[in-house]
């Protein structure tokens, strides 16, 4: 029993949050703040004629591309400064600039320089995105516990060694950081990059909508991509940290 | 008889004839080196000793350390922490550094291991001739540990090749009491068997030089001396050269060959003093307590108590 009771709290809470919203729909009774229930229809009728698989998936690549990109870029440069002074002094600058221009700006200047193409979107969602990666894997570098470092250094462990049983596990609870809180950066950002310049994806279809001034498409396509994100954290990286945090609990 | 068994056996007298290291193949320094040690004339302090327990004179190690300073991270001044430190270590010697806390033995064990090279001095290997440093194991004040690899693999973690050796930690996790503790993590262990799972990783990888730094403080005394024991027993299978820092004079003379005094603040050897204690006759009560009066006349001659 005590393992199902967070699980049931959470269902309680999300049921909550449905009732709330029906109870204001009945409330206002207008058709800029629709049902659940029409909300799911709508969802269901898209899902047959497979508009939404369609757009869903093309968001889904775009968000996992930049994801991929962005944490693999980031967290070099992140390890990187957080481990030589010169290197953190001389980017800094650079880092701090990039942490403060507006994501629309990035997208803007992206589609403007290389077209409205799907690499120019993939890299404004990167470039986004880099920055935040870069700074929680520079703290993660920094607090590098030194006793570890001199052990591995005295045994002999050579780079390889070192870095898969020494330096790897102490950064991943930063990786998982990074990577949670970038997944649900990266997918508000591919909207405006689809809403400005692409012609399919969830952002596309939330432009569409808004156009016609439909409410209840906005809500489905909107949280159809919420439900897909959930599941990610769910499934995938959920599981990846407990896995990778065993050892704590034991 | 399981050779795991053998291991926790308290060793009898002349029980080390048997247990001369066959000499390392693979490494052509250690092969040479050991055969010039036979060549070596057993010098004149080391007759009292029984023939086949006498350390092999041979230079392992100069150390000369003119000045060690840190500086105070928060006032920036400069605090001369080693000054004028010279020491030699011969092959297979067991040498044990006493000081008052705080004076700097950590500091010493540190540079020798390379982990610091911002000194004035030089350390120098006899064996760098041949290109390849020595074998180092370390035995640090705090296990440092791995916390998320299990004792097995925390134990191998200094190995080539993990695999190819298994029966040699299956041994010393039997001989260290840790053969059914494999798979646990180091924060399910005390911290005795957290000590002695760093001890087996620095023995796993039989040493040229084993570093030891104070690495039985904060144990119960029945756990601390069982861990001494299993050293003396390691330490005559391998005959590793080792310097082992330690606050605690009868531990001192129980373990060493050679005990170093250390003065406080700037630390320099003041004194040196040959122990003397037959190695079939470390565990022997009455010889180390005779042998540790003695020293500790000398001990408290240079730290006058207050």
Known sequence: MPRLRPVALRVFSSLCLILAWQLASWWWHSNLLPSPLAVLDLAWRETLDGELPHHLAATLRRVVVAFLLAMTIGSVIGVVMGRWRQADLLFDPWLILFLNIPALVTIILCYVWFGLGEAAAILAITVNKIPNVVVTLREGARTLDRDYLEMAQSFSLGRRRTLTHVILPQLLPFFAVAARSGLALIWKIVLVVELLGRNNGVGFQIHLYFQLFDVTGILAYSLAFVLVMLVIEYAVLQPMEGAANRWRIQ | ?306
Request: net charge neutral.
């Open chain 2, 1 to 306: 008889m399981p050779f795991s068994n053998r291991w926790k056996v308290p060793p009898i007298a002349g029980g080390y004839s048997e247990r001369r290291p066959a000499p390392d193949e693979h490494d052509p320094a250690a092969l040479r080196r050991r055969t010039v040690a036979e060549d070596t004339p057993p010098l004149a302090g080391a007759t009292s000793r029984p023939a086949h327990s006498a350390p092999p004179r041979t230079r392992a190690l100069d150390i000369r350390i003119d000045r060690k300073r840190f500086a105070d991270p928060s006032s920036g001044i400069e605090r001369l922490v080693l000054a004028d430190v010279r020491l030699e270590l011969f092959h297979g010697e067991f040498v044990a550094v006493i000081g008052p806390s705080g004076c700097g033995k950590s500091t010493l064990l540190h540079l020798i291991a390379g982990l610091d090279p911002a000194f004035d001095g030089e350390i120098r290997w006899a064996d760098t001739a041949t290109g390849t440093g020595p074998r180092l194991g370390y035995v640090f004040q705090n296990p440092r540990l791995l916390p998320w690899l299990d004792v097995r693999a925390n134990v191998v973690i200094g190995l080539e090749d993990p695999a190819g050796h298994a029966a040699r930690v299956d041994e010393l996790l039997a001989a260290m009491d840790l053969a059914e503790f494999g798979h646990f993590h180091p924060n399910r262990l005390s911290l005795g068997m957290q000590r002695r799972a760093a001890l087996a990783r620095a023995f796993v990888i039989e040493p040229h030089l084993l570093l030891m730094d104070e690495p039985f403080v904060s144990l119960d005394a029945p756990t601390a001396d069982q861990l001494r024991r299993l050293l003396l027993d390691v330490w005559g299978r391998q005959r590793s050269t080792v310097l082992f820092v330690t606050h605690d004079l009868r531990e001192a003379t129980m373990l060493a060959d050679r005990v170093l005094f250390l003065s406080a603040c700037p630390a320099t050897i003041v004194r040196e003093v040959s122990v003397d204690i037959a190695r079939e006759d470390r565990f022997n009560e009455s010889r180390v307590s005779a042998r540790y009066a003695d020293l500790k006349r000398d001990f408290d001659a240079l730290y006058p108590p207050g």
